[in-house]
């Protein structure tokens, strides 16, 4: 099998698998006064330290939650009032238009509550201008946020930048860094953020782990889920501890191999487009090559339909994903390339291959073969020429 | 994404990973009696349909499709339904359904239904255009007898029925798509009852069968 999905979802990291059995007795609940509860708490909080470490920031700052999807809501549900249920919501929040669905979805809920939204429309690269930014800011603002690496296309916004203009007018600055973690050094004492969303199996952690990072002095927000006290009273509920351990082994992991992966990813990325565009035409890159992440690759592949790809592929053991609407159901193809301003088909004939740890030269090989062959046939048959 | 979407019957996968009676030639190498192309690649969907017609006939039929598995796999289905047993004849072909497709796949997930459309759409513009080009425009059908739904714009109830079959699962999408009852407004009531059977009928089952409507 040959896995370049790993923007969906990564394997357990074998130090991340021997670390979640070496925890599986430690049942304790770190709330507890008592040694087996203490013992528990110890390995919790380490985890933090690293990740705060990791991050650049202080172990207070990091809320852990359930994903990133719960990181978005908390932030965004409390972005212009108290939080999501206060009737008197009010105020405005300006995102993108290539945001995921646990932010767009999120906004689009406040905005039935007299919330306006702007949605700030990518180039066709796949880029948002901060200057565009900046020129949505009304006095009203209540927060900013645009996602760090966008999902599909890979694209790198300028974070740092509209972060900057964000805190010029004093308006909160969120992230959803979900892809950037682990892939691009991010240090909070240079990135003028509020707060960053990040998830931990997009980087080798199971599912169901993720954190909030709230600063220091960032505006208050509403927990989601209300009970006890449990991460500094902002989310309830007794802690996924064998989750957070995982997340901490899975951070420090990237400490260690990040710098390498990057260097072994981009080339292994590189080599694969290059296979592909020099043996078949019309092949479109989609979002700005220079500013983009080192293990995705979306492509277009005109006159053919993403989810035949995609199941041909299935079957010589390569997995990918397709922005095409019949892999979803919908009628509509992605949102994230029709931003790009170009036709619906494009969209349509789709392919994300993103790489991960794993990935071998061998398997960009034999990835570029089939994929030739795929779409040599799927055009064959193809009644647009 | 939801896994179930890629339920897909052993036929089916047959039907896609193998297709069968694809046009490879160039189509005026291949001089058609009557060719049929019906979709748009917005929709992530287009269908060419290429039929050759002897005695009245269905002698030969190859196609060509953008679509995905779902539209591949039920248009070599139909290839092959069509053809075999020396052909079926135009009358027989014209009132080929999806659902007889669906039946013959042994099924199709619910959401990808509306992927399986556009190749017996594409197969009666084919045999209209045989009628077209051989002085038989009589036999083209007049508009079918289904009973109209929405008397401002004329909508039938198989236009509410072939919209749920293409994906609509709600009135509000059904109305944006077609705007019937946004004039004086007195089918919304018996609309939504239909969607809500269509829908019933076609998307409740993991995998809908198609048998209903097997005659």
């Given at each position: 099998m040959i896995y370049l999905d790993n923007s969906a979802t990564t394997p357990i990291h074998p130090e991340v698998k021997k670390t979640i059995i070496d925890a599986l007795d430690l049942f304790g609940n770190p709330s507890s006064m008592h040694t087996t509860g203490r013992e528990v708490r110890a390995i919790l909080e380490k985890s933090r330290?690293?990740?705060?470490?990791?991050?650049n920031c202080e172990s207070s700052e990091i809320i852990f939650t359930a994903g990133a999807s719960e990181a978005n809501n908390t932030v965004l549900k409390s972005a212009t009032n108290c939080c999501a249920f206060c009737e008197n919501n009010r105020g405005h929040i300006i995102t993108s238009n290539i945001e995921h669905p646990s932010v767009l979805n999120t906004v689009s809920c406040l905005g039935k509550k007299n919330v306006d939204i702007s949605h700030i429309k990518v180039n066709k690269l796949g880029i948002i201008d901060p200057a565009d930014v900046e020129a949505a800011i009304r006095p009203d603002t209540m927060m900013i946020s645009i996602m760090y690496i966008n999902n599909e296309i890979g694209t790198i916004q300028p974070i740092k930048e509209i972060a900057e203009i964000a805190r010029k007018h004093?308006?909160?600055?969120?992230?959803?860094?979900?892809?950037?973690?682990?892939?691009?050094?991010?240090d909070l004492q240079k990135l003028p953020v509020d707060f960053l969303s990040m998830s931990g199996h997009k980087i080798y952690a199971p599912k169901g782990i993720g954190i909030l990072f709230k600063r220091k002095n960032a505006k208050n927000i509403c927990p989601l889920i209300v009970g006890g006290h449990q991460e500094n009273?902002?989310?309830?509920?007794?802690?996924?501890?064998?989750?957070?351990?995982?997340?901490g082994e899975a951070i420090r992991q990237c400490k260690i191999e990040m710098l390498e992966n990057k260097e072994r990813i981009t080339a292994?990325?590189?080599?694969?487009?290059?296979?592909?565009?020099?043996?078949?035409?019309?092949?479109?890159?989609?979002?700005?090559?220079?500013?983009?992440?080192?293990?995705?690759?979306?492509?277009?592949?005109?006159?053919?339909?993403?989810?035949?790809?995609?199941?041909?592929?299935?079957?010589?053991?390569?997995?990918?994903?397709?922005?095409?609407?019949?892999?979803?159901?919908?009628?509509?193809?992605?949102?994230?390339?029709?931003?790009?301003?170009?036709?619906?088909?494009?969209?349509?004939?789709?392919i994300r291959f993103s790489l991960g740890r794993e990935t071998t030269e061998e398997d960009i090989d034999k990835t570029i073969e089939a994929v030739v062959e795929t779409i040599t046939f799927l055009r064959k048959i193809s009644p647009i020429k | 994404m939801?896994?179930?979407?890629?339920?897909?019957?052993?036929?089916?996968?047959?039907?896609?990973?193998?297709?069968?009676?694809?046009?490879?030639?160039?189509?005026?190498?291949?001089?058609?009696?009557?060719?049929?192309?019906?979709?748009?690649?917005?929709?992530?969907?287009?269908?060419?349909?290429?039929?050759?017609?002897?005695?009245?006939?269905?002698?030969?039929?190859?196609w060509q499709t953008f679509g995905c598995a779902s539209a591949i796999g039920s248009t070599s289905m139909l290839s092959v339904m069509v053809t075999e047993n020396g052909g079926m004849s135009l009358d027989d072909a014209w009132k080929l359904t999806p659902e007889m497709i669906i039946n013959k796949l042994g099924g199709l997930p619910p959401n990808k239904i509306h992927c399986s459309v556009l190749g017996d759409k594409a197969?009666?513009?084919?045999?209209?255009?045989?009628?077209?080009?051989?002085?038989?425009?009589?036999?083209?059908?007049?508009?079918?007898?289904?009973?109209?739904?929405?008397?401002?714009?004329?909508?039938?109830?198989?236009?509410?029925?072939?919209?749920?079959l293409e994906g609509v699962k709600d009135f509000k999408t059904l109305q944006e798509r077609t705007k019937l009852g946004t004039m004086c407004g007195k089918c919304v009531d018996t609309a939504k009852t239909l969607v809500d059977f269509y829908v019933g009928r076609y998307y409740t089952e993991e995998i809908y069968s198609g048998k209903e409507e097997e005659k």
């Open positions: 330290k690293d990740i705060a470490d990791f991050l004093n308006v909160p600055m969120h992230t959803d860094a979900v892809q950037a973690v682990g892939k691009i050094p991010i009273s902002m989310r309830a509920g007794t802690e996924n501890t064998l989750g957070i351990i995982a997340l292994l990325r590189n080599k694969l487009e290059q296979g592909i565009l020099s043996k078949l035409d019309k092949v479109r890159i989609n979002g700005d090559p220079n500013k983009r992440v080192y293990n995705i690759s979306n492509l277009s592949f005109t006159n053919i339909e993403g989810e035949s790809i995609l199941l041909r592929l299935d079957m010589h053991g390569i997995m990918v994903s397709t922005g095409s609407a019949c892999s979803t159901g919908s009628l509509e193809p992605s949102y994230v390339i029709t931003s790009l301003d170009v036709d619906p088909e494009i969209a349509h004939s789709s | 939801d896994g179930s979407n890629w339920n897909y019957s052993d036929k089916v996968k047959e039907h896609f990973f193998h297709p069968k009676n694809i046009l490879e030639i160039d189509e005026k190498e291949y001089n058609a009696d009557g060719v049929g192309f019906v979709g748009s690649p917005a929709c992530g969907d287009m269908m060419k349909i290429f039929i050759k017609v002897k005695d009245d006939k269905i002698a030969d039929l190859k197969l009666r513009e084919a045999i209209k255009d045989h009628y077209k080009r051989t002085g038989q425009e009589d036999r083209i059908p007049k508009d079918s007898k289904s009973r109209v739904i929405c008397e401002c714009l004329n909508i039938t109830e198989d236009d509410i029925r072939m919209e749920v």
